[in-house]
């Protein structure tokens, strides 16, 4: 069995230990700065913020609490060197030490340079600072806005200028320039001008000034912050930058509309001189006058020009007005006279032309005579047709009789001949055929029609008389029998005494 070590060193617990350092470091060191880069950076839900201070040669783990960030001095980021402010403890849990940070500054003008460059690389990346979202100023604006100090010589320089070159509405912003803060505000008071509404309460500004005086670099950095600039470039009105002095330069001035070396030199570019406007104005009204004055000279010589190319109106008038005078009278004149001519050749053409009742009365006898004629002449015509239709008459029963006999002689010479019985058949069929035939051109001859007691009535030309209506009273009638032609007159007239007529 093993004995105990005797030994004079005192024997202490994790915890003890732990303590002894963490009461060691604190009361050692107290408040401290440390100077380095900041890495590791992780911002908790509730509020803390933990990361690393880095050198050349070694790392220290630091926390701010979420009860001093709103104190802290400046946003932290990875990658800056900063003086951080605050005191040195432990972590017993895990046996290490970390630097409980109060304050943060930049650590020279160096850090700051390398903090703005870099946001201007990627806000520049972002098209933020571009030419094309410059707008253009208002010629004449009628509320000025003006964010800045209300104590300090910036308004009151800003406030003498415009008074000075034309007097407009100023509606000031006041917001603290610089120390903590003092973004956010700015930020807030260029999103609150941009809200106002037109026709409010409140005019809204034509144009926005954004100024304070000179100062460090740490001084301007409220200018230099992500919130002011990007609050600048959403703002819609026209916005003019006069932070610092000519050669100080901020990123604000690359996001707004337009830059102003000093605020002085801002109230001169948001409004015109009254007293250059009235020069210019003056001299454009002298200008136009003159101008007017020359383009009536010149009209005016172009109308001289012109009238004297133009004929003498008067005389054309005069000429005009004898002209139709002298036309009127020769009218006047010269209907009568064509009257008169007109009157003279009817007078001799009706001289040359024949007696008219001669000619009537010649006309009339040539008829009387040529209708004699007729009446003289038309006997003989009916009896030289009547002969022809007798004689058409006859002609036709003898050829009927020749026909018949033909066909009784070649029935005579073929019927002998013809033994075979089918034959004499087809033969009987044709004699029927033709039996038929002679019946039906019997039937059509009007010399058989006449015989069954029918009568052809004509007049007195042969035309023959198909209806009642077509026979006037005492009309000459033409009548064809059977055996010959008789002629009678229609009753309701005389009928002209001639040899052979019957009275009807």
Same mark, same amino acid.
């Given at each position: 069995m093993n004995e105990p070590v005797l030994t004079n060193l005192p024997e202490f617990t994790v915890s003890e230990i732990s303590g002894a350092v963490k009461r060691t470091l604190e009361t050692t060191f107290g408040r401290i700065r440390v100077r380095g880069e900041i890495t590791e950076l992780k911002r908790y839900p509730s509020g803390h913020i933990y990361f690393s201070l880095k050198d050349e040669g070694g790392k220290i783990s630091g926390i701010v609490w979420k009860f001093t960030v709103p104190r802290l001095g400046l946003e932290p980021e990875n990658g800056i060197e900063v003086i951080a402010t605050g005191k040195i403890s432990a972590y017993s849990d895990r046996s290490s030490y970390q630097l409980i940070v109060e304050r943060m500054e930049f650590a020279?003008?160096?850090?700051?340079?390398?903090?703005?460059?870099?946001?201007?690389?990627?806000?520049?990346?972002?098209?933020?600072?571009?030419?094309?979202?410059?707008?253009?100023?208002?010629?004449?604006?009628v509320v000025v806005g003006v964010i800045t100090s209300e104590q300090g010589a910036v308004i009151q320089d800003i406030k003498t200028t415009i008074a000075r070159r034309f007097p407009r509405h100023i509606l000031l912003w006041p917001v603290p320039v610089q120390g903590e803060g003092a973004a956010q505000k700015i930020a807030?008071?260029?999103?609150?001008?941009?809200?106002?509404?037109?026709?409010?309460?409140?005019?809204?500004?034509?144009?926005?000034?954004?100024?304070?005086?000179?100062?460090s670099l740490e001084d301007l950095m409220s200018f230099n912050e992500e919130i002011v600039l990007r609050a600048a470039s959403a703002c819609t009105i026209p916005l003019i930058s006069a932070v610092g002095h000519e050669t100080d330069t901020t990123l604000i001035d690359f996001v707004s509309d337009r830059r102003a070396p000093t605020p002085t030199a801002a109230a001169e570019l948001a409004v015109p001189s009254r007293v250059e406007l009235a020069a210019d104005l003056a001299q454009k009204t002298a200008r136009l006058a003159g101008a007017l004055n020359r383009l009536t000279q010149e009209r005016r010589l172009r109308l001289q020009r012109a009238e004297r190319g133009l004929p003498d109106l008067p005389t054309l008038l005069g000429t005009a007005r004898q002209r139709l005078d002298d036309r009127s009278q020769r009218l006047a004149m010269s209907l009568p006279n064509l009257l008169a001519a007109r009157r003279a050749a009817y007078e001799r053409t009706a001289r040359f032309l024949p007696d /008219? $009742?001669?000619? @009537?009365?010649?006309? #009339?006898?040539? !008829?009387?005579?040529?209708?004699?004629? %007729? =009446?003289? *002449? /038309? $006997?003989?015509? @009916?009896?030289?047709? #009547?002969?022809? !239709?007798?004689?058409?008459?006859?002609? %036709? =029963?003898? *050829? /009927?009789?020749?026909?018949?006999a033909l066909r009784a002689a070649a029935a005579a010479r073929i019927l002998p001949r013809l033994s075979d019985a089918p034959l004499r058949a087809r033969l009987r069929e044709a004699r029927a055929r033709l039996d038929g035939a002679a019946a039906r051109l019997a039937s059509v001859s009007y010399v058989n029609v006449l015989a069954r007691g029918y009568v052809l009535v004509s007049d007195a030309a042969g035309h023959p008389l198909t209806t009642a209506g077509a026979v006037k009273p005492g009309a000459e009638l033409r009548l064809r029998f059977t055996d010959g032609e008789r002629r009678a007159t229609a009753a309701g007239g005389k009928a002209p005494s001639r040899q052979g007529s019957l009275p009807l």
């Open positions: 020279g003008a160096g850090a700051l340079l390398a903090k703005i460059e870099l946001l201007r690389a990627r806000l520049a990346a972002e098209g933020l600072f571009e030419a094309t979202r410059k707008r253009p100023l208002p010629m004449l604006p807030a008071a260029i999103a609150s001008m941009d809200a106002i509404a037109p026709g409010g309460p409140i005019p809204r500004p034509d144009i926005l000034i954004v100024a304070r005086g000179g100062g /008219l $009742p001669s000619l @009537v009365a010649a006309a #009339r006898l040539r !008829l009387d005579e040529q209708a004699v004629r %007729l =009446r003289l *002449a /038309l $006997p003989a015509v @009916v009896s030289i047709r #009547r002969a022809a !239709l007798a004689l058409s008459s006859e002609k %036709l =029963r003898s *050829a /009927l009789r020749h026909a018949t």
